[in-house]
């Protein structure tokens, strides 16, 4: 059956609340007075200006708010070394970004250095469990507030990246992109905090450089999060890109389980590249914005307005990066359905 999305070309406040509220009256099961409900954002790299501003997400909070729920902003810590990589720094560019303003709790889901998580048991093809950011798993309720934008490694992002890659505590962020450990490599300084902080034991000092016993490593993360120099390195080469949409579709799948869901996307200031990066260059024309119950049908809704109003998938042109697979598998897991109803409003 078509699940329906709702589209608006304006991006007002009025229309971003009716929009959202529609949605919700959609949604098979609505959110409600005192649901912990986590508004998924991406509060934006040091740099970024492209990401979803709090006044347009002002609404959402406003329409939960009306119901009673109880929304808090919420994302989870970063994988690569930035203003989002402890949830002391990462509440600081929240700060900075003017997310305090909605006057909602901020709380970075996975905790201090991500080490906060709950494996979901989902059974799938690639993983059996994911490792969910806490925080997030424990909300009764999930809205991912998303800006669709490219991706080098799946093409485009939007509200399936932003459950799957977004909610991944540290580790899950690392078993989506690769299915190779992290290793040390120059800028090594020897200073031991990896080899301290690793809860493993994986990791020696030998003489001035720190190396990583991977036959012991666990895959958390730690030590790149604890490395001030940059050394540990991510093997972000890992996973092919249709590996990296398949993981990151089968977290999206974890990080909604068991909960209500109502997705809204941000179709405007398309960039090349996602929010982590400092800005990025614009690439095609602003649509509008999408919202539904139904993560897919919501991604492959804002996939098919931006094809159509440029004539052409600019995503693959900018990133090289053909990113319709996580829709296919997406659907083919049971996420969501790619036949949508689509209402304007
Ligand atoms: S924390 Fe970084 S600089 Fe220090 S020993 Fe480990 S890899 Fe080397
Ligand atoms: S990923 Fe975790 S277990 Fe592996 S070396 Fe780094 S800190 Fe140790």
Redesign the pocket.
Same mark, same amino acid.
């Given at each position: 059956m078509a699940a329906k999305v709702f589209f608006s070309q304006r991006f007002d406040a009025e229309s971003i609340r009716t929009l959202f509220e529609r949605a919700c009256s959609a949604a098979a099961v609505n959110i409600k007075a005192g649901d912990r409900t986590a508004v998924k954002v991406h509060f934006g790299e040091e740099g970024n200006t492209r990401f979803v501003p709090p006044s347009s997400i002002r609404p959402v909070i406003e329409a939960l708010k009306a119901v009673k729920a109880a929304p808090f902003l919420t994302d989870a810590n970063t994988l690569y070394r930035g203003m989002r990589v402890n949830a002391t720094d990462h509440m600081e560019i929240a700060a900075r970004h003017g997310f305090k303003a909605l006057g909602v709790p901020i709380i970075i889901a996975d905790g201090e250095r991500g080490e906060e998580e709950t494996e979901i048991e989902i059974e799938k093809r690639i993983f059996r469990k994911v490792r969910i950011a806490a925080r997030v798993a424990e909300a009764d309720a999930i809205v991912p507030v998303s800006h669709f934008k490219g991706h080098i490694l799946c093409g485009f992002g939007g509200a399936i990246k932003n459950l799957g890659m977004g909610c991944g505590s540290r580790a899950g962020k690392l078993e989506m992109h690769s299915k190779i450990r992290p290793s !040390?490599g120059a800028?090594?300084?020897?200073?031991?905090?990896?080899?301290e902080n690793c809860p493993a034991d994986a !990791?020696s000092?030998e003489g001035d450089q $720190?190396e990583i016993i991977h036959e012991r490593c666990i895959g958390c993360a730690e030590?790149i999060s604890?490395?001030?120099?940059g $050394?540990?390195e991510v093997p972000w080469a890992g996973a092919t890109s249709r590996e990296v949409q398949e993981r990151c579709a089968e977290y999206a799948f974890g990080a909604l389980s068991g909960k209500k869901c109502v997705c809204v996307t941000f179709i405007n200031n398309i960039t090349s590249d996602c929010d982590c990066m400092a800005d990025s260059r614009l690439i095609g024309k602003d649509v509008g914005i999408v919202s539904s119950p139904d993560p897919v049908s919501c991604e492959q809704a804002a996939y098919d307005l931006v094809v159509k109003a440029n004539g052409r998938d600019i995503f693959r042109e900018a990133t090289g990066t053909d990113g319709r697979h996580i829709l296919e598998y997406s659907e083919k897991i049971g996420l969501g359905t790619r036949d949508y109803e689509l209402v304007r409003i």
């Open positions: !040390i800028g090594c300084l020897a200073c031991g905090k990896c080899v !990791i000092l $720190a030590c604890v490395c001030e120099t $050394a540990v």
